[in-house]
Each structure stands twice: as structure tokens, then as C-alpha cells.
């Protein structure tokens, strides 16, 4: 059914695309999760790109990272190589803002562990991002979480964007103005 009630609905969703970023087999197509979830109550459309590098030598190019509001990035705790291919990554957008997550994949493999979850979350504090280490292939709800911690991280930079064009558009005059989003709770602003 396409009533009007839907249509609006669907146009009101917000939406976030996720790149999915990592070395070849580490599990990036595990990552695939429901593209449309509640975060926070509020509904939000995913749109996940999973990048598929031939080679460890082949990093995302400028077009994939311009996509994304957000990136994934991927590595296995039992492939070290594909963890300094997220090393190295981060160059590429060392001096952008774009979110990201970093997420340690295969952890039902300890015992072929080669990247201790001490240098995951160096590499996270370094990008000032979050990490978690998960089994992709056997856990659900963890790599859920992972895509909301994305989303979470991808509306507050929004949040903030927005916000520092307002105070960028308005400057000082903003003391003298009554600024307040649309929203749902317009009707409980007062009047005056
Ligand atoms: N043990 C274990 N194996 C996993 C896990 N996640 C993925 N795999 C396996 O790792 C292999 C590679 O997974 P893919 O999802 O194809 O990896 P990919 O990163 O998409 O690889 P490309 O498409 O080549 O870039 C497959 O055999 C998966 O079953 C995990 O959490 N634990």
C-alpha cells in the first residue's frame, strides 16, 4: 500500500550512508545489517556501500570517501596486514571531520589472534572514534550496534555542522534572536 500517510513517512526518514572500508576477507560483507533501523527513536535509512579492494594496495578513492556521511572501517584480529591497512586509511582522511568506527572483526578466532584489542582501541583513540571487536559471522546485535554508534556519531556531526552555519550566518546578532529547530515541539513553544 502507497498511501500518502507512507509517502511522508518514508521522505521523513533520515538517511545515512556507511562505507565500508577494510582489506580483502576480512568480513566486510558480514557487516551488512537491516538498511532501515530505529537509533534513538528515530527511524533512519541506511545506505551501506561495501568496498570491495582488489588488494591490500588498493585504498578508497576520494569519490568513495566524498559519499560516505560516515566510514566503517574493518580490519581482523588475525590478519595484521589489515590493520595497517587501516593505518593507513587514515592518512587519506587525516584532515577530514567524517565519522568513524573501527571495528575488529573475527574475535571467535582468539586463538589466531594477531592484533591485541589494546592497539584497536590506540588506533580509535587516534581517530577519536569508537571501536568494539566482533564475530561478524556469529553475532547479530553487536554489529547492530556498531551501525548505530556510526549513526549516532554521523547526526552529531550533523547537529554540529548545522549549528556552527547558524552561529557562521548569523554571528553576533544571534544574542538579539530567539533561534529554535522545527520540530515536534513547536506547539509547547510559548507564543510570545
Ligand atoms: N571466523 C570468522 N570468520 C568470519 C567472520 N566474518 C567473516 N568471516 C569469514 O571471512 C571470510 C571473508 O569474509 P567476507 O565477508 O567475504 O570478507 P570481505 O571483507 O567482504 O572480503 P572482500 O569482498 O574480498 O573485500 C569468509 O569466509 C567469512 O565467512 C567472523 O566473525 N569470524
Known amino acids: ?18 562505507a565500508v572500508i577494510g582489506a580483502p576477507g576480512v568480513g566486510k560483507s558480514e557487516t551488512r545489517y537491516k538498511h532501515e533501523v530505529l537509533v534513538d527513536g528515530e527511524p533512519v535509512l541506511y545506505e551501506i556501500l561495501d568496498t570491495c579492494p582488489k588488494n591490500e594496495d588498493d585504498l578508497p578513492s576520494s569519490e568513495i570517501i566524498n559519499w560516505a556521511d560516515g566510514l566503517l572501517f574493518v580490519y581482523s584480529i588475525t590478519n595484521r596486514r589489515s590493520f ?27 586463538h589466531l589472534r594477531e592484533v591485541s ?15 568494539s571487536e566482533v564475530a561478524a559471522a556469529e553475532q547479530v546485535a553487536p554489529v547492530a550496534v556498531v551501525f548505530q554508534e556510526i549513526c549516532r556519531a554521523v547526526l552529531a556531526a550533523r547537529r554540529k555542522s548545522k549549528h556552527s552555519l547558524l552561529e557562521r550566518m548569523l554571528g553576533s546578532r544571534t544574542s538579539n534572536l530567539r533561534l529554535y529547530v522545527r520540530g515536534k515541539s513547536d506547539s509547547a513553544l510559548p507564543k510570545d
Not at 120 to 131: K, S, T
Open 1 to 18: 500500500m502507497n498511501t500518502k500517510a507512507t509517502r511522508r513517512k518514508k521522505s521523513s526518514l533520515t538517511e545515512v550512508k556507511v
Open 84 to 110: 595497517t591497512f587501516l593505518k593507513r586509511v587514515g592518512t587519506l582522511i587525516a584532515d577530514s571531520d567524517i565519522p568513524v568506527y573501527i571495528v575488529g572483526n573475527k574475535n571467535d578466532m582468539v
Open 117 to 131: 584489542a589494546e592497539e584497536g582501541a590506540m588506533l580509535a583513540r587516534d581517530f577519536e572514534c569508537g571501536f
